[in-house]
Antibody, heavy 123, light 109 residues
Framework: EVQLVESGGGLVQPGGSLRLSCAAS????????MSWVRQAPGKGLEWVANIKQDGSEKYYVDSVKGRFTISRDNAKNSLYLQMNSLRAEDTAVYYC????????????????WGQGTLVTVSS | SYVLTQPPSVSVAPGKTARITCGGN??????VHWYQQKPGQAPVLVIYYDSDRPSGIPERFSGSNSGNTATLTISRVEAGDEADYYCQVWDSSSDHFYVFGTGTKVTVL
């Protein structure tokens, strides 16, 4: 069974740091692009960052550039999100998701998603 | 950046048909994917490539996409279909890459 399990969320003060982890199982982790997607309380979904299979390419939404770093360890089947200089607006459930990338026509979507981990930034 | 607009809510009686729209500029030229999210749960893919269903998703779920509107249709609605639904496109020209719709809450009366 394909499974993604996030951990590492919690309460952190503004300006603080937190590292999220995502443990993957049931598929060849090293063969997939992976993403982090977040959802603020009562709000919609927002893509945050993604990383190529070998870690050589990483992309971020503008609002987290310079503060968040995505990484992966294919030997451990794990995805990470290092979050620094956290702000109140970063408060959200953070989901790890496997990307499915298709050609003809070019497109991509997420399947599956982890259960999410809650990050609360508050003093 | 590319914007996808959905109605905030749709109400439907059991056994009837629910239609959820996703509006975007020339969205018919893109592939649209749909997710179902029940309260307290992670999103689940229900439609990809406009109209394809992943294994395990009932045939009651279908999709279409043309012009400036994509539509997710749920036929013979059941109480268990009550959830939030999000459309999504992949936009390689955007710094967001993955763009989600604003979300639609489906209420089964």
């Amino acid at each position: 069974e394909v499974q993604l399990v996030e951990s590492g969320g919690g309460l952190v003060q503004p300006g603080g740091s937190l590292r999220l982890s995502c443990a993957a199982s049931g598929f060849t982790f090293s063969s997939y692009w992976m993403s982090w997607v977040r959802q603020a309380p009562g709000k919609g979904l927002e893509w945050v960052a993604n990383i190529k299979q070998d870690g050589s390419e990483k992309y971020y939404v503008d609002s987290v550039k310079g503060r968040f770093t995505i990484s992966r360890d294919n030997a451990k089947n794990s995805l990470y999100l290092q979050m620094n200089s956290l702000r109140a607006e970063d408060t959200a459930v953070y989901y790890c998701a496997r990307e499915v990338i298709a050609v003809a026509p070019d497109s991509a979507w997420f399947d599956p998603w982890g259960q999410g981990t809650l990050v609360t930034v508050s003093s | 950046s590319y914007v996808l607009t959905q109605p905030p809510s749709v109400s439907v009686a059991p056994g009837k048909t629910a239609r959820i729209t996703c509006g975007g500029n020339n969205i018919g030229s893109k592939s649209v994917h749909w997710y179902q999210q029940k309260p307290g749960q992670a999103p689940v893919l229900v439609i990809y490539y406009d109209s394809d269903r992943p294994s395990g998703i009932p045939e009651r779920f279908s999709g279409s996409n043309s012009g400036n509107t994509a539509t997710l249709t749920i036929s013979r609605v059941e109480a268990g279909d009550e959830a939030d639904y999000y459309c999504q496109v992949w936009d390689s020209s955007s710094d967001h890459f993955y763009v989600f719709g604003t979300g639609t809450k489906v209420t089964v009366l």
